[in-house]
């Protein structure tokens, strides 16, 4: 087999494959960062409510980051996908209303969004409690309101040590991205699915595939990489 058939699968226009792998990688980026930006606001949202939430409130969030953490992905995504869609129009039909056909691309952005937030949670949390108490302290002699110092106490000093995790976080939303084949939206794991079985292509597609997600985790670790270079300015470099 030459390499102008490959390159032929590969094209841009039909029958080529090239345009709809593209489609899908950019239909897995924007799943996975709608998802990630969705996990990182639960994780800061409940790992606030862990440190300073009521004795009610705390029992709940743990419950919600143990079960997620617990329970694989691909059975979280079917069961939050149809038992949601279910429950919502099972309320709408209860108050009269018509059910309702649940926009695939939302649904997958909200289901990987709550499975990342319980992960971001505890990177989060973990990131708050290893800023030094006495900075927080100082704030507040200070005078400064809770989201002052958030802002420019908290939010700063804990980016540092959150990063690495989310960046692990991120690439893996990214590989998760591709569970949400299972509900037939079509991003760049069901392409290449349909490409390979159309074609026969087999290893080759999904070769292709690999490659495409190695370069988006490439570019994605040097995203990241500055950003950690710039949140730790000025702090000294340890080994």
Do not use: H
């Not at 990688?25 to 996990?39: D, K, Q, R, V, Y």
């Not at 289901?111 to 927080?136: D, S």
């Amino acid at each position: 087999m030459d390499i102008s058939t490959y390159t032929s699968l590969l094209a841009l226009e039909a029958p080529g494959w090239g345009s709809a792998l593209l489609k899908g990688t950019l239909t897995t980026l924007e799943i996975s960062f709608g998802a990630f930006l969705a996990g990182i606001g639960i994780g800061l949202c409940c790992a606030l409510g862990k440190l300073n939430g009521s004795r009610s409130l705390a029992p709940v969030l743990n419950l919600y980051t143990t079960v997620v953490r617990a329970i694989p992905e691909l059975i979280l995504i079917i069961a939050l996908y149809y038992a949601g869609t279910d429950s919502l129009n099972a309320i709408l039909n209860a108050l009269g209303f018509e059910s309702v056909e649940i926009n695939g691309f939302a649904t997958a952005i909200l289901v990987l969004g709550i499975v990342q937030g319980a992960y971001a949670t505890e990177v989060i949390r973990g990131a708050i409690l290893a800023i030094p108490t006495g900075q927080i302290e100082a704030g507040k002699a200070f005078g400064m309101p809770a989201t002052m110092r958030f802002r420019r106490i908290i939010l700063p000093a804990m980016m540092p040590t959150a990063l690495p995790g989310l960046s692990n976080l991120w690439a893996s939303v990214t590989k998760d991205s591709a569970l949400i084949a299972v509900l037939g939206y079509q991003e760049l794991a069901m392409i290449t699915k349909l490409a390979a079985s159309n074609t026969k292509f087999y290893f080759f597609f999904f070769c292709t595939a690999a490659l495409i997600y190695l370069v988006i985790t490439l570019c994605s670790n040097s995203v990241f990489d500055s950003l950690e270079r710039r949140f730790r300015r000025g702090q000294v470099r340890v080994g």
